[in-house]
């Protein structure tokens, strides 16, 4: 694999003696993120929370979106929403009114300053391109158009329901009325791509695209449909060495046109960076929710002093049914002691080109720079002699080399960081709606 996913972390506990007191910028802003769970068909290689449904309730899910949003901003008693995100599934199903009802409650119980950036994820079918206009009226000032490939074979392989002419359709009416705010994904590594083909592509979105370009790798996920085609040998897809080869020219291409890298897969000009996603790879606060919404915040109204991971409840109905009942679905609570949460963020952190500064290590590690924590390791010293690290007065970050190699380089790193702070036994997992 070239591209690196979000590691599965396992809980810790608190190092005795070790508190870490975040400034108030980070317990008391946050970004939200609304998972909408419905789709119209499943994706050949999608194994993300998604349901087909016969029929969609919209007047009872916007009620529970809202009411979830509402007793999660009380529970993390956060006093500014710095960005929306509506993900899912496919969001631009959902009724426009559902996001300004979504936003709208964000408004009453938090700040959301007027140019906050508020991201909507578009299938780029007719009937999603036809409703960006209402969209927008909603309060949507940014649109992630799900193109993921110009070529229809591709596209019909990969189980999607659009084509690439209307894709170029919707992408266009986006940067209409969202101009330089409207970012595509596409993809590489599909069934029978070549690099040359691939590069083709790449040339052809850069010709239609705006100013942000999101960059995947295809990944084969166990029980998906496109997994069990390539187990049984009817699909063929490109060896690790193929895509590494793909990953670089994709890199090399988009630099020339003017994208600066500023993550392993996103790609900005015209300072079009998304703010939303930042604030992922910066280990800022954010709230999940909606079914199967992923969430990291401080509980402040509990009493709590440390940063929750906390997961809703997956299935739409059970979801539903529990925030109807309880106000929200929190299906699972876990408290990230101080060395998962540093893990962290030196695992997000690295995936940005800028990397981690020290003065943001030293917010969430007091007792330990790098030069301490790191800086001894002779695995460590040796991936800055390959030249796949950079340890320096700005920080700590991988070189052009080493972003492309991330998910070889952080076990080394997690280890050290491990050896460094002693991990102890795991922490308490609860399960309660409080």
């Known amino acids: ?26 317990t008391h ?3 939200l993120y609304v998972h909408w769970p419905y789709c119209l068909k499943r994706c050949s290689y999608c194994n993300f929370n998604k349901y087909i449904p016969r029929s969609v309730n919209h007047e009872l899910m916007t009620d529970s979106l809202q009411k979830e949003t509402q007793t999660l901003l009380h529970l993390s008693q956060v006093s500014r929403i710095t960005s929306v995100f509506f993900g899912g599934g496919t969001p631009s199903l959902a009724w426009p009114s559902t996001i300004a009802a979504v936003l709208d409650t964000v408004s009453k119980h938090a700040q959301l300053s007027a140019d906050a950036e508020v991201t909507l994820e578009v299938n780029p079918t007719p009937a999603g391109k036809a409703r960006l206009r209402d969209f927008v009226a909603a309060g949507v000032n940014r649109f992630s158009i799900g193109m993921q490939s110009l070529n229809d074979a591709n596209l019909r392989v990969l189980g999607r329901d659009h084509s690439a ?9 986006a940067r209409t009325l969202c101009p330089g705010r409207v970012s595509v994904d596409i993809m590489f590594g599909l069934p029978d791509q070549g690099v040359d083909s691939w590069q083709s592509e790449l040339e052809e979105v850069l010709s239609v695209c705006d100013d942000h370009v999101s960059l995947y790798q295809l ?30 020219s994709a890199r090399s291409t988009l630099e020339k046109e003017g994208f600066l890298q500023y993550e392993v897969s996103n790609f900005a000009r015209n300072s079009a960076v ?28 509990l009493g709590g002093v440390l940063r929750e991971a906390r997961t809703q409840t997956l299935e739409p109905d059970v979801w539903i049914r529990e925030v109807q009942q309880h106000g929200h679905a929190t299906r699972r609570r876990i408290q990230l002691g101080h060395l998962e949460l540093l893990e962290e963020v030196l695992v997000m952190g690295l995936r940005m080109n800028e990397g981690i500064s020290h003065q943001h290590w030293a917010e969430f590690s007091p007792e330990g720079n790098f030069h301490q924590v790191l800086g001894w390791s002779e695995d460590f010293q040796d991936l800055q002699k390959r030249g796949l690290l950079v340890l320096d007065d700005r920080g700590l970050r991988c070189s052009w080399e080493g972003l492309a190699l991330l998910d070889s380089i952080l076990p080394v790193l997690l280890l050290r960081l491990e050896k460094f702070f002693q991990r102890p036994a795991g922490s308490a997992e609860t399960t309660d709606k409080t």
């Open 29 to 31: 802003e946050a970004s």
């Open 219 to 248: 990944t084969l996920e166990r029980g998906t449909h496109l997994f069990k085609q390539v187990e049984l040998g009817r699909v063929n897809v490109p060896g690790d060495d193929v895509t590494a080869v793909m990953y670089q």
């Open 274 to 301: 998304s703010t939303h996603n930042t604030g992922y790879w910066k280990a800022q606060q954010y709230l999940g929710v909606g079914p199967g919404a992923h969430g990291r915040f401080v509980p402040h109204a």
């Open 1 to 26: 694999m070239v591209l690196v996913r979000r590691a599965a972390f396992q809980p810790c506990a608190l190092k005795k003696g070790v508190q870490v007191v975040l400034s108030r910028s980070y």
């Open 165 to 173: 002419q209307q894709a170029l359709r919707t992408l266009s009416e």
